[in-house]
Each structure stands twice: as C-alpha cells, then as structure tokens.
C-alpha cells in the first residue's frame, strides 16, 4: 500500500555564479517541506550539492541532490513512471483548484531561476499560480508543499540526524503563554540549546 506520494523538485534555469544561494534555499525548503530529493537540471554546482548533503547529514532524513540531469529527460521519465509535472508560474491556475484534484499523486514541482523555457508550459499537467503576481521560487515552493502535503510535512520525521532541537526547547519557543521577555530570551538561548544527539 502506497502511504506517501513521492514529491521531488526539479530546479530549471540555475547560474552558478547568480542563483547558489537561491537554488539552496530551494532544496532546504524542498527538504524540510516533505520533498524527498531536488534535481538541479542541466549543470552541476558542488556547493549546492554539498550544503544539501551536509544538512541531510547533520539533520537527518533521506533527501537526494542529483544534478546534470536534462530536465526534459527528468520530465519524460518522471511520467512515464506514472508521476505528474506541475510547473509553478504566475501564469498557472489558482492552486487551491488544482491541489485537490492532485492531492496523493507523486508529482515532479518544476521551479524556474529568472526565465524557464516556453516548453515546460505544454509539457506540465498542470500550471499552477500560487497567487498572480511575482514572487519567488522558494515562496511558491513553500506554500505549494504546504497545500499539496495539507500542512502534515510540519511533523514530518527525519530519522538518522546528529543533530536535534530538544523537545523541552521546541514547547518553550511555541508556548504561547510564555511572556515577551522569557521568549526572548528563550529565543536568544535557542542556538546553545541544539545539542549533538545523545549529550
Ligand atoms: C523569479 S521567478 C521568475 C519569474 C518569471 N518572470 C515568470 O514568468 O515566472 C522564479 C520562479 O519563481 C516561481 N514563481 C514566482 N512567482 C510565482 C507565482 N506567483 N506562482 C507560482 N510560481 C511563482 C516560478 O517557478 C518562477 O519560475
């Protein structure tokens, strides 16, 4: 029985001398939204694979980072594994229309850099708009995943990590009783409270 759908991220478009931080921050969001993996098309950007696989291995989970693929190779083998492409555009359909037709399917989410070939907009299933106007890959991206995984991939576990926020710390952050000060100051404590697993 199928329990998760598969959700990779296929990053078009990206310049390693203008968008390494950019296409990062991609795969962070991807990572930590549920994604299981992101796929830089065409070109290879070892610092972008290498933050990726650092954080993977400090914070646990199985998230992959291919790169070099030709995304219209990603796109065709993604469908023809029975997947679906949904390509983020400000030009696409409202997303609340389009995710509950989509909701448990594995799908291909193709975000573009600064422009993304005309082509994608046939070759996708679906053109979706998170919103009509400009933002960002990793805003779309963000709300996308949240829609499509129903706000669940918040709780998702990352088994495997080094690295954790202590349980007595994540309640004393969220605490809505905590006053103004404490959480501040809890806040300011937050990056001394992140232990290596088993301290
Ligand atoms: C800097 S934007 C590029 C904007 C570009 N002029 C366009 O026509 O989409 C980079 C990527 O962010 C995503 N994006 C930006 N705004 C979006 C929106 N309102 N809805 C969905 N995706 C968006 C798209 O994937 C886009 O390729």
């Not at 290879?44 to 993977?56: I, S």
């Not at 669940?152 to 690295?163: M, N, Q, T, V």
């Not at 994540?170 to 809505?176: A, F, Y």
Request: positive net charge; aromatic residues 6%; charged residues 25%.
């Amino acid at each position: 029985m199928k329990i998760m759908p598969k959700v990779v991220v296929l990053r078009l478009g990206h310049r390693p001398q203008h968008d390494r931080r950019l296409s990062t921050h991609v795969g962070l969001t991807a990572r930590a939204l549920g994604a299981d993996g992101l796929i830089l098309a065409d070109v290879g950007d070892k610092r972008v694979e290498e933050t990726l696989h650092k954080v993977v291995r400090n914070w646990g989970g199985d998230f992959f980072v291919h790169t070099r693929v030709p995304w219209r190779r990603a796109v065709k083998e993604w469908r023809s594994n029975g997947g679906i492409v949904v390509h983020l555009t400000m030009h696409g359909d409202p997303v609340d229309g389009i995710v509950p037709k989509i909701r448990g399917k594995d799908v291909l989410v193709v975000v573009g850099a600064e422009k993304v070939p005309r082509e994608i907009y046939g070759l996708a299933d679906f053109n979706v708009a998170i919103g009509n106007q400009p933002h960002s890959e990793v805003s779309a991206l963000a709300i996308f995943l949240d829609r499509f995984f129903g706000g669940s991939e918040l709780k998702k576990k990352f088994p495997g990590a080094k690295l954790a926020i202590p349980q007595r710390c994540q309640r004393l952050n969220c605490s809505p009783q905590a006053d103004h000060h404490h959480r501040a100051k809890r806040f300011r404590a937050a990056p001394r409270n992140i232990r290596q697993k088993g301290e």
